[in-house]
């Protein structure tokens, strides 16, 4: 059974500070991971989906990696910014019809 | 195309009464999916459909839930006799066939259930 666990829980860095949010998963054998984005009472934006096939992906400030031997993803957000404040969610398929998802790391940024 | 659309935004009912949520796909999206999301956590699995056929459903998915998709379009989510534990935010999302494509997800239903 599928199981995706982010770390930290929770994390608030100053304006301008690069960081890094972390995501783990028990069955490597997946299709591909995507990064989600979620504010306040909103629903989630995707912010970057890896293939199983690519290393990393990047979308402006923001860079993916996957290592799926190792059950692991990061995304790496450069030169932060307080509009970056938002909780991030991975989600990895757990079969052909659904995917799985961390509870999220809820990151604040300090201007 | 403007993306997975839910109405309503928000739905304040009291404990007891029926509800009806609406999810409007991608138009070439021909997979359909309901999560459920709890303050805090991560959304959770509810059920999907490919075109018009429901194809799983979780062990969330009480009998007082039910999904359609008729025709293969849009689809509802209602839920009945609704309890306290009931109020959460329902999410949509769709996809192409398979799973290369990700999934898109709409801004989703806050219900609370007074």
């Known amino acids: 059974k599928q199981e995706v666990t982010q770390i930290p829980a929770a994390l608030s860095v100053p304006e301008g500070e690069n960081l890094v949010l972390n995501c783990s998963f028990t069955d490597s054998a997946i299709y591909n991971l995507q990064w989600f984005r979620q504010d306040p009472g909103k629903g989630l934006t995707s912010l970057l989906l890896i293939q199983s096939s690519q290393r990393e992906q990047t979308s402006g400030r923001l860079n993916a990696s996957l290592d799926k031997s190792s059950g692991r993803s990061t995304l790496y957000i450069a030169a932060s910014q307080p509009g970056d404040s938002a909780t991030y969610l991975c989600a990895v398929p757990s079969s052909a019809s659904k995917i799985i998802f961390g509870s999220g790391t809820r990151l604040s940024i300090r201007p | 195309d403007t993306g997975v659309s839910q109405d309503p935004r928000h739905k304040i009912t009291k404990r007891g009464q029926n509800v009806t949520f609406r999810c409007d796909p991608i138009?070439?999206?021909?997979?359909l999916y309901w999560y459920r999301q709890t303050l805090g956590q991560g959304p959770e699995f509810l059920t999907y459909?490919?075109?018009?056929?429901?194809?799983?459903k979780s062990r969330l998915l009480s009998d007082r839930f039910s999904a359609e998709r008729p025709k293969g379009s849009f689809s509802t989510l209602e839920i009945q006799r609704t309890e306290q534990g009931d109020s959460a935010m329902y999410l949509c999302a769709s996809s192409t066939t398979g799973t290369g494509d990700g999934y898109t997800f709409g801004s989703g239903t806050r219900l609370t259930v007074v």
């Open positions: 459909f490919q075109n018009e056929a429901q194809l799983e």
């Open positions: 138009s070439e999206h021909n997979r």
